[in-house]
Structure formats: C-alpha cells, structure tokens
C-alpha cells in the first residue's frame, strides 16, 4: 500500500494585503507542518489557477487542505476538482479586526465560493475556521488527516466472514459488493467447518507453545481442563494463520452453538485475542461490527471493546456493555487482568471474564444499516468508568455524555443493531470526519 499524502493548496490574488497574506502563509505551514511529516507544501501563496494546476500536476493527494488565503474565486477549486480525487478539508482565516481601512484578506467569501463549487461537483469535504496558531485548529488538522489516512487504508483491507451469522443474527451480514463500494474493502468468506477441522490438525507441540504464550498474558487458564486449553491454541493459531494468508485486517465469526457442540470448545478467546493482534475479532457473524472495530481501532490505536447494551441506570447516567466471553486481553482492568473463565450459557472455557479498565474519553459508535440497505453511523461517547466484572463476561461501564434514558429510548426507536464498539480514546471528531469522506450519515446521540 502506498504512503498517505495530503497537499496543501493556499490561494489567493495580489490585490489584497500581501504583508498579512504572507504572514499567516508561513504561520499555516508551520501548524501543518506541526501535526503531520505527510503533506507537501508549495514555496510560496498560489496567486493563479495555473500555479494551482502547476503544483499540482505531479502531485495524488489523499486530501488537499485548501485555504483562502485572501478571496479567490470559485476557478481556483474548479481546478483542483480537475486535478485531484479526494477529500478536501477547506480552511478558512479570521479577518483581521476592520479599523475603518481596507479589507485585508476576505478569506471567508472565497471560502464560501470554494465551498459551493464543492458542492456542485459532489466532492465531500470538511470545514475549518481559526488562526493557524490556535490548538483547536491544530487539532482538527490532526483529525482530518488521521481519518483521510484511515480511509486510504481501507483501500485494499479484507475483511473475513468464518461461517454464517447464528439464526436471528443476519443483521451484521456483509454483502462483498457493498463493502467495496461504501469502504473499498473486499470480503474473504469460509465455511467454520474448515478451519475446525483445521485445528484439529495442529500438531500438539505447536500448540503447546501457543498455550504457554497466552497463559504468561492472563489470568486463570490452567484452572481449565487441559483438552479445552490445547484446542483452544490451536484455534488460535489457525486463525492467525488464516488471517496472515488472506490479508484479513477485521474478521467475524460465527461462534454459538458449532464451536460448543461440534468443537467442543469457544472460539471467544481466539477473537479477543485477535484484536490484540490488530486483527479487529468480532463474535455472532457480525461483519459490520467487526469493520467498525477496525476504524475504532485505526482511529484510537488501542484495541476496542465489542458488546451488547445489557443495562441503563438512570440515576447514574451510565450504560454497561457487556459479551459473553470477548474483549481483549490489553483492555483488562489492570487489577484483575485479563481473567480466563468459562462461557456463562454453555459451561466451556476458555472465555475471557473480566471488567475492563476505565478510561477518561471513550467513544461509543457503529455502522449499521438504513432500511434501504445503506450504511449509517450511530455515535455518543462518554467515559469508562472503574467497575468490577458486572456479569459472567466481559463488561464495560460508560457514563455518558448524554442522557442515558433519552439515549435508549431514541436509539431503540431508530432501529440500531444490538452490538457496539466501545473505543477507549476520543475519536469522535475522526469518526465525523470519516463519515463524511465516506459519504455515510451520522447520527450522533
């Protein structure tokens, strides 16, 4: 996969006071150069729809920030829909302060010509308004160009689907053809029979060695019959290989009831432990869950945490989220650690059984379905709070920022899927940013 590149296009025309231009040209480059190492700057202001064409006839950017430096008419960005196909994150400057005397740079009327040309021609693009030296800018720049790298990396990313989604679950299905068009993401299937039998093929010794590796990380697995601890490795180990031979970068698998009644033993453990690969593992054959794990994943660079909305507490704003036996072993309560138990419907371990660390920001999201098929993004946040293991399973406990009653009644009114991730930083400005570049709507709770 190629680097990820952005441009910076900063126009203008010489009839407005080039002093002032000039100034906050060097101070923007500085803020760009500040959050990224990816984005080639010109020497100097693009004062012509030619020097916009000239800088940008080597380049293939994957987002052009694009600033009015001073006004600059609707032909300057015709020109770099010609050139370019990608975002655009538009950047308006403050005018300075109006003593009486000339306007200096009339950034905001070139903006809003740049903005309608963007919106004739269906290009998706994010907004941007401040001094290149304020942090809140900076930090928008961060995000828009972290979520335009994400979706780069989507380009090319498999996605893999272990069986079929346990009856009653067909909601988190993924059509091959959707995938590609919404996300550029291409769909790897395979039947769970297969990589059973599979496991039974690993040799003991291979397996042994898996095992050892994942008891020195968790707490509790040898308290677990021996068959159960060596079936369960060599699980593991053939989906890490399925995994690395597909390029599967998110994968769902089927789990209720085969792995219990023709396996003998849970493939929970193996998902979690998985996504403490970087291979976002989600449970039930939900395949949309498990790509928004992966944006979870690629936007916060931690591992995420997948479950049903289980209980409400009105009293104390929160909602806990729990699975029956997944969650990453890195997201254990550090006090408990990542604690081995068996599956509280069934009985067989391994399973992880553990409340999970808290945390300051977290940001609670899906991409689900609209009734037509397409996709669209539920989004709140919150923070983690510090709770011990609220059921058998894995569990999470989330103050929200919104109102908790509100939240269930609205998000049970509008439909969503009974599966959510729970990223454990605030992503929540990528995730829009990344809506919009992927032209999914949004709704935020």
Known sequence: MSHFQAVYVPVGVPT???ETAQQVFEQSVAAIR???DACACPDSILLSTEDVEQFLDKAEPDLVIFQNITFANA?????VLHKTDCPVLLWTLPEPAGDGGRLRLNSLTGTYSAANMLHSGARSYEYL?????EEDVRAKLRATLH?????KQLHGLNLAQVGEPPEGFAFGSADAEDLRKAFGVGLVNVPAEDLMAAARA???EEAAAALAEVQSATVGMDRLPEK????????????????ADHNVSALTSRCWPDFFTDYGTPVCAVLSLLTDDGIAGSCEGDAIGALSMLLGMRLSGKPVFFGDPVAVSETENTMTFWHCGMAPAGLADPDGGAVIGVHPNRGIGPVMDFGCMPAEHVTVFRLGRQPDGSFRLFLTSGRALKRPKQYQGTSTVVELLSDAGTLVDRT?????EPHFVVAYEDIRTELLALARMLRIPVCEY
Request: net charge negative; proline share 4%.
């Open 202 to 204: 690993v040799p003991d």
């Open 75 to 79: 032909a300057y960005m015709e020109t």
């Open 412 to 416: 049970v009114r509008d439909g969503w």
């Open 16 to 18: 407005y006071h080039m």
């Open 129 to 133: 308004l401040g001094d290149p030296d």
């Open 147 to 151: 979520a335009a790298d994400v979706r």
């Open 228 to 243: 159960n601890r060596m079936d369960f490795a060599r699980l593991l180990l053939v989906y890490r290989k399925f995994a």
């Open 34 to 36: 500040s959050v990224t």
